[in-house]
Protein backbone atom coordinates (compact mmCIF):
# COMPACT_ATOMS: atom_id res chain seq x y z
CA UNK A 1 0.00 0.00 0.00
CA UNK A 2 1.35 3.28 -0.95
CA UNK A 3 1.24 6.15 1.40
CA UNK A 4 1.33 9.75 -0.27
CA UNK A 5 1.97 12.82 2.25
CA UNK A 6 1.61 16.45 0.85
CA UNK A 7 3.19 19.80 2.32
CA UNK A 8 3.38 22.98 1.02
CA UNK A 9 -0.45 24.49 1.41
CA UNK A 10 -1.34 27.58 2.98
CA UNK A 11 -2.12 30.97 2.49
CA UNK A 12 -0.82 33.04 -0.13
CA UNK A 13 -1.95 36.68 -1.71
CA UNK A 14 -3.30 37.32 -5.55
CA UNK A 15 0.02 37.03 -7.76
CA UNK A 16 2.17 34.99 -5.73
CA UNK A 17 3.46 32.07 -5.65
CA UNK A 18 4.05 27.79 -3.31
CA UNK A 19 4.90 25.21 -4.25
CA UNK A 20 3.83 21.85 -2.63
CA UNK A 21 5.47 18.70 -2.48
CA UNK A 22 4.21 14.96 -1.92
CA UNK A 23 6.48 12.18 -0.70
CA UNK A 24 5.23 8.70 -1.54
CA UNK A 25 6.05 5.59 0.85
CA UNK A 26 4.99 2.09 1.07
CA UNK A 27 5.56 0.71 -2.39
CA UNK A 28 7.70 -2.10 -3.53
CA UNK A 29 8.16 -0.11 -7.11
CA UNK A 30 7.73 3.32 -8.53
CA UNK A 31 4.52 4.89 -9.26
CA UNK A 32 3.51 4.79 -13.19
CA UNK A 33 2.63 8.50 -12.67
CA UNK A 34 1.99 11.20 -9.98
CA UNK A 35 -0.42 14.28 -10.16
CA UNK A 36 -2.17 17.25 -8.49
CA UNK A 37 -5.85 17.67 -8.04
CA UNK A 38 -8.10 19.90 -5.99
CA UNK A 39 -11.03 20.78 -4.65
CA UNK A 40 -13.25 23.97 -4.11
CA UNK A 41 -15.86 23.77 -2.05
CA UNK A 42 -19.42 22.46 -3.42
CA UNK A 43 -17.40 21.22 -6.58
CA UNK A 44 -15.80 18.33 -7.91
CA UNK A 45 -12.47 17.29 -7.76
CA UNK A 46 -10.76 18.47 -10.83
CA UNK A 47 -7.12 17.12 -12.57
CA UNK A 48 -4.29 19.96 -12.05
CA UNK A 49 -1.42 17.96 -13.52
CA UNK A 50 0.73 14.58 -14.08
CA UNK A 51 3.84 13.54 -14.70
CA UNK A 52 4.96 10.05 -15.81
CA UNK A 53 7.58 8.72 -13.66
CA UNK A 54 10.16 6.90 -16.02
CA UNK A 55 9.42 9.72 -19.20
CA UNK A 56 9.17 12.36 -17.55
CA UNK A 57 5.94 13.91 -19.91
CA UNK A 58 3.64 16.12 -18.30
CA UNK A 59 0.20 17.57 -18.32
CA UNK A 60 -1.83 20.24 -17.45
CA UNK A 61 -5.29 21.40 -16.87
CA UNK A 62 -5.72 24.33 -19.09
CA UNK A 63 -6.68 26.63 -16.28
CA UNK A 64 -3.26 26.52 -15.10
CA UNK A 65 -0.98 25.70 -17.79
CA UNK A 66 1.76 28.91 -18.17
CA UNK A 67 1.56 29.60 -14.72
CA UNK A 68 2.09 25.89 -12.67
CA UNK A 69 5.00 23.41 -13.35
CA UNK A 70 4.89 19.83 -12.32
CA UNK A 71 8.35 17.89 -11.48
CA UNK A 72 9.42 14.99 -10.17
CA UNK A 73 12.87 13.67 -7.77
CA UNK A 74 12.91 10.23 -8.74
CA UNK A 75 15.19 9.25 -6.04
CA UNK A 76 13.13 10.89 -3.14
CA UNK A 77 9.75 9.67 -5.11
CA UNK A 78 8.79 13.24 -4.49
CA UNK A 79 6.65 15.18 -6.55
CA UNK A 80 6.26 19.40 -6.66
CA UNK A 81 3.77 21.71 -7.81
CA UNK A 82 5.07 24.96 -9.03
CA UNK A 83 2.43 27.77 -8.46
CA UNK A 84 3.20 30.98 -9.70
CA UNK A 85 0.82 33.83 -10.66
CA UNK A 86 -1.97 32.72 -8.09
CA UNK A 87 -5.41 33.65 -8.04
CA UNK A 88 -8.37 33.44 -6.11
CA UNK A 89 -10.08 30.73 -8.54
CA UNK A 90 -6.62 28.67 -7.47
CA UNK A 91 -8.17 28.36 -3.96
CA UNK A 92 -8.81 24.53 -3.29
CA UNK A 93 -8.10 21.18 -1.09
CA UNK A 94 -5.16 20.09 -3.52
CA UNK A 95 -4.85 16.17 -3.37
CA UNK A 96 -1.62 14.29 -4.24
CA UNK A 97 -2.58 11.06 -6.67
CA UNK A 98 -0.09 8.19 -7.57
CA UNK A 99 -1.72 5.65 -10.44
CA UNK A 100 0.63 2.48 -9.93
CA UNK A 101 -0.46 1.29 -13.78
CA UNK A 102 -0.07 2.96 -17.24
CA UNK A 103 -3.44 4.66 -18.35
CA UNK A 104 -3.22 6.20 -21.52
CA UNK A 105 -5.24 9.11 -19.80
CA UNK A 106 -4.62 10.65 -16.44
CA UNK A 107 -7.34 13.19 -16.57
CA UNK A 108 -9.97 11.10 -14.91
CA UNK A 109 -10.51 10.18 -10.80
CA UNK A 110 -10.39 6.60 -12.16
CA UNK A 111 -6.89 6.44 -13.19
CA UNK A 112 -5.73 7.07 -9.57
CA UNK A 113 -5.17 4.35 -7.44
CA UNK A 114 -3.77 6.37 -4.01
CA UNK A 115 -4.55 9.73 -2.92
CA UNK A 116 -3.17 11.96 -0.02
CA UNK A 117 -4.79 14.02 2.46
CA UNK A 118 -5.05 17.35 0.71
CA UNK A 119 -3.46 20.38 1.76
CA UNK A 120 -4.84 23.84 1.46
CA UNK A 121 -4.11 26.72 -0.61
CA UNK A 122 -6.25 29.96 -0.37
CA UNK A 123 -5.15 32.84 -2.45
CA UNK A 124 -6.52 36.46 -0.88
CA UNK A 125 -7.65 39.16 -3.65
Known amino acids: QVQLVESGGGLVQAEGSLRLSCTAS????????MGWFRQAPGRERDFVAAIRWSSGSTYYADSVKGRFTISRDNAKNTVYLQMNSLKPEDTAVYYCAASRYYRVSLLSKSAWDFWGQGTQVTVSS
Open 26 to 33: GGSVSPNA
